[in-house]
């Protein structure tokens, strides 16, 4: 399994009861505790913030007081996870803006937790809407996971893969010498290989160990099927143009798609919708 622990809380025996309060979403209690003066970001053993457990807990009114009260937005536990990584574990959407609002770091360049890659790798697309939304990277490329589409495509988390795709991620960028297609071969989801097919996956990618796509899909299965008949079709000049065009805007300008001086169904087109 790629990913950390649903639970981030530290050792229960070390939590004050600012901890508890945030992490149970308590906001009269978490008020009353900050006035008697505990120090907003006091720590657990494993350096577990009570800004943490509000986020984890999805408690966006606990987040918001102790933000307010100054606690640290990019606070970090000793594994490295930050309250807008929980935010994106959990899924909630309202802690992630608001957490970007006070400054949070949306993407570290270490080997971080990535906020973007949980948030992938448990389908929690209105988290991923709201990282693209703050300029993330989404392509961006941790050895040990890969980019956030070929996480979504192992998850089997087609709305994320929507998402990341729409936003210009790079449909053959994955694991290493691995695509996000050959991710999705591997599983059975038609609608996956199909997407990713549509937005130009090449079928005829290897991998470290010079194998297909179609090489990964079970035997006589709908998705081998599938990877077989498209490699016997051409794409159609519609699939091409679109790929064509969108490749030269690039992904910094894909957003500008709807101000082009076009009819309103060529744009759509254009923008897969």
């Known amino acids: 399994m790629y990913f950390y622990s649903d ?35 006091t720590l657990t053993i494993d350096q577990v913030t009570p800004l943490h457990e ?22 970090t536990t000793i594994d490295g996870v930050t309250p807008l990584f929980n935010a994106c574990s959990r899924g909630s959407a309202a802690c ?32 991923l809407e709201v990282l693209i939304s703050w300029g993330i990277d989404v392509d961006q490329d941790l050895p040990h996971l890969g980019t956030p589409l070929y996480v979504a495509c192992v998850s089997q988390q087609i709305h994320c893969i929507r998402k990341l795709l729409y936003a210009g991620a790079n449909v053959q960028k994955g694991k290493h010498l691995e695509t996000p297609l050959h991710a ?35 035997p006589s299965s709908l998705v081998e099927r599938l990877l077989l008949l498209h490699e016997a079709t051409p794409p159609s000049l519609c699939q091409l143009c679109r790929l064509r065009i969108r490749n030269y805007l690039g992904r910094a300008r894909l957003h500008l798609v709807p101000q082009l001086q076009l009819p309103t169904i060529l744009k759509n087109f254009l923008q897969y919708r």
């Open 54 to 75: 509000a986020c984890l807990g999805d408690h966006v009114g606990c987040a918001r007081i102790l933000l307010e009260a100054g606690a640290n937005v990019n606070a």
């Open 7 to 41: 639970v981030q809380a530290g050792s229960w025996a070390d939590r004050s009861p600012l901890h508890e309060a945030a992490s149970q979403g308590r906001l009269l209690s978490l008020k009353t505790l900050l006035s008697q003066g505990y120090n907003v970001d």
């Open 184 to 218: 999705a071969a591997q599983h059975s989801s038609t609608e996956i290989v199909n997407l990713l097919l549509e937005f130009g996956a090449d079928i005829n990618a290897k991998n470290t160990d010079f194998e297909r796509p179609v090489d990964l899909a079970a």
């Open 96 to 127: 992630a803006e608001l957490l970007l609002e006070y400054g949070a770091k949306a993407q570290w360049e270490s080997c971080l937790p990535s906020p973007t890659h949980e948030a992938a790798s448990r389908g929690h697309s209105d988290c």
